[in-house]
């Protein structure tokens, strides 16, 4: 059986939205994705995220319900368990920091135009985070919306 290896992702959307990371090392250097990491030894999953969100954006934010659980392969014979939540931005100054090259704000059709992780883009409408919409090239069907 593979290692499970616990993690938690951060969906932190502001209006018409989304906080998104540029992953600066593996897996997934160079790759746009939402702020998020391990969770350490005697850490909840609101604490690893509240470290994880101030430590690769500067922000600062209130943890919501659990989204939804991915899986992704971390190599090695060990497989990353992500559980994704909502939240809400609190203060702070967004600047990228720790394992993150760059830190913004994207618009859904932003979002759609960057490199992303893996398969963010259809969990995020799978979740109702996205609407269908955002997987439609621009142009071809209106705008995108959250």
């Keep these: 059986m593979a290692r499970r290896i616990p993690c938690v992702g951060a969906v932190i959307p502001d209006g018409d ?3 998104v990371v540029r992953r600066a090392r593996a897996p997934g250097a160079g790759l746009w994705t939402i702020p998020g990491g391990r969770v350490e030894a ?3 999953d609101h ?3 509240r470290r994880e969100v101030r430590e690769e954006t500067g922000l600062d934010v209130t943890v919501g319900r659990l989204l939804g659980t991915v899986e992704q392969d971390a190599g090695e014979g ?3 368990v ?3 939540y909502m939240c809400a931005p609190e203060g ?3 600047r990228p920091g720790d394992d993150a090259a760059d830190a913004r704000w994207v618009t859904a059709q932003e979002l759609r135009r960057l490199p992303t992780t893996p398969h963010l883009v259809e969990t995020l409408v799978g979740w109702q985070v996205l609407s269908p919409a955002s ?3 621009p142009g071809s069907s209106g705008p995108a919306e959250w």
């Design 82 to 84: 992500i559980r994704d």
């Design 78 to 80: 060990a497989v990353f």
């Design 135 to 137: 997987l439609t090239p």
């Design 17 to 19: 939205r989304l906080l």
């Design 92 to 94: 702070g100054d967004l």
């Design 47 to 49: 604490e690893a995220l």
């Design 42 to 44: 005697g850490e909840t």
